[in-house]
């Protein structure tokens, strides 16, 4: 089983729509949680950060299930602008700080 | 505020020769990270320096690849000799003292023929 697994996609979705990608983990002494943003042929960029059971910013809500072991990252009202490879993370080890990446979920905003 | 900058940004070699790649980080970061992406898989950690010393250098494939930070300050991957397999993106990545946030650089696209 892979240390973080997420739901390859294509998400394509129409502009303003709610999208939901899932990620799970199997570490269960994990303590933080991230989403980075990958738009085509650059560098990732951190979208979120997770330590407890969720966070909300904006349009973008991340939630935390422990119990079950996954992540979710809530989009609402999609943009263009979203349209991008979202990336699950999560430290490797505990007290290390290398990430361990998923492979990245893909979505296209529609106009 | 500059960014982590790494250059060059692409690099074609053939296989069996050498290849430099560097990572200016963050001024004040002392922590600086080494990730790559091969084709078609996900980012793979490769080591980890705070200041000049290797910190975490479990991700490291095989002794083809060495890292320095010389006066912890930008850092050098070496890969010499390079193999077909070593293709991909390789990223630096940096962070403050403590737990920060990790800021990638834009990547070395390596290939290798």
């Known amino acids: 089983r892979k240390e973080v697994e997420q739901d390859p996609g294509p998400f394509n979705v129409p502009e303003g729509a709610t999208v939901a990608f899932n990620c799970t983990y199997s570490?269960?002494?994990?303590?933080?949680f991230f989403w980075y943003r990958q738009d085509c042929r650059k560098e990732p960029k951190l979208l979120m950060s997770?330590?407890?059971s969720g966070n909300e910013d904006g349009r973008f809500t991340a939630q935390l299930n422990r119990a079950s072991q996954y992540i979710s990252l809530l989009i609402r009202d999609s943009k263009l602008s979203d349209s991008a490879t979202y990336l699950c993370?999560?430290?490797?080890?505990?007290?290390?700080?290398?990430?361990?990446f998923g492979s990245g979920t893909r979505l296209q905003v529609q106009p | 505020e500059a960014g982590v900058t790494q250059f060059p940004s692409h690099s074609v070699i053939e296989k069996g020769q050498t290849v430099t790649l560097r990572c200016d980080p963050i001024?004040?970061?002392?922590?600086l990270y080494w990730y790559r992406r091969v084709m078609g898989k996900e980012i793979k950690f490769l080591l980890h320096?705070?200041?000049?010393?290797?910190?975490?250098e479990s991700g490291m494939p095989n002794n083809r690849f060495l890292a320095e930070r010389t006066g912890g300050t930008y850092s050098t991957l070496k890969v010499q000799p390079a193999e077909l397999e070593d293709s991909g993106v390789y990223f630096c990545?940096?962070?403050?003292?403590?737990?920060?946030?990790?800021?990638f650089g834009p990547g070395t696209r390596l290939t290798v023929l």
């Open positions: 990545a940096s962070s403050p003292p403590g737990w920060g946030e990790q800021f």
């Open positions: 570490n269960s002494a994990s303590q933080s």
């Open positions: 997770v330590y407890s």
């Open positions: 993370v999560v430290p490797s080890r505990a007290g290390r700080r290398a990430l361990t």
């Open positions: 001024s004040g970061h002392d922590n």
């Open positions: 320096f705070v200041k000049e010393s290797k910190q975490d």
